[in-house]
């Protein structure tokens, strides 16, 4: 079985890149998503540039279809228009296995992780944001939309940092804000037990009963 593509991207990447931290996103290429604000508040601020690699998984980058060549030509005019492209990995589709090793592999869960990063939901609102979800099951601290579902299980400051995606300035400082509590003592362990207990699959089931119940007893 060969190496998984973010370890092979990371391979590829200038020695001094290979062990700094990770910011992750996940999702369609489409510019719902706000990949390219993302890219633009990675890349234009120095020390988020300098300390962090970014990591896009999602998109067909081989046949592109239209929407996603719009968000890969935006990515192509903010990297041009800053000289470079080092430390930014778009990795396209990936399987959910492989994701999920991605997530885990960000949270510096392996040893040959770097330490441990942040992941990145960069839509204006996301209705409820499952990619979100499965990040900070992982370990991970988010930076998730204030706007929509996230709210109501990110909780702020702890696990996590809500913001207004769509100001490039509020979102690089909400990632240095996440970035700055990834290393808190205990914090993956107990973010992912208390996300992992109230979004399994049994815990959701018995929400909707509960919920259906509710509903035709009005």
Do not use: Q
Not at 73 to 94: F, M, N, P, Q, V
Request: net charge neutral.
């Amino acid at each position: 079985v060969g190496k998984d593509a973010l370890l092979e991207a990371i391979d590829r990447l200038p020695p001094a890149r290979r062990r700094l931290r990770l910011v992750v996103t996940v999702g369609r290429l489409h510019p719902v998503k706000g990949i390219g604000r993302l890219v633009h508040a990675w890349i234009s601020d120095e020390r988020l540039r300098a300390t962090t690699n970014l990591v896009v998984i999602g998109g067909d980058l081989a046949a592109p279809t239209p929407g996603e060549r719009m968000v890969l030509a935006d990515i192509e005019r903010i990297t041009s228009s800053h000289g470079h492209t080092d430390g930014l990995i778009l990795l396209g589709h990936r399987a959910h296995d492989e994701v999920a090793r991605a997530l885990s592999f960000a949270a510096g869960r392996s040893p040959s992780s770097p330490p441990c990063g942040i992941y990145v939901g960069g839509a204006a609102k996301e209705e409820f944001g499952l990619a979100i979800v499965e990040a900070l099951a992982a370990g991970l601290p988010v930076v998730a939309p204030d706007a929509g579902g996230p709210p109501t299980y990110v909780e702020h400051g702890a696990s996590g940092v809500l913001v207004d995606t769509t100001d490039p300035v509020a979102l690089a400082a909400a990632m240095h804000a996440a970035l700055a509590m990834a290393d808190a003592e205990g914090r993956a362990d107990r973010v992912s037990a208390s996300i992992l207990a109230r979004f399994t699959i049994d815990r959701t089931a018995d929400g909707l009963l509960d919920l259906y119940r509710r509903t035709t007893t009005a």
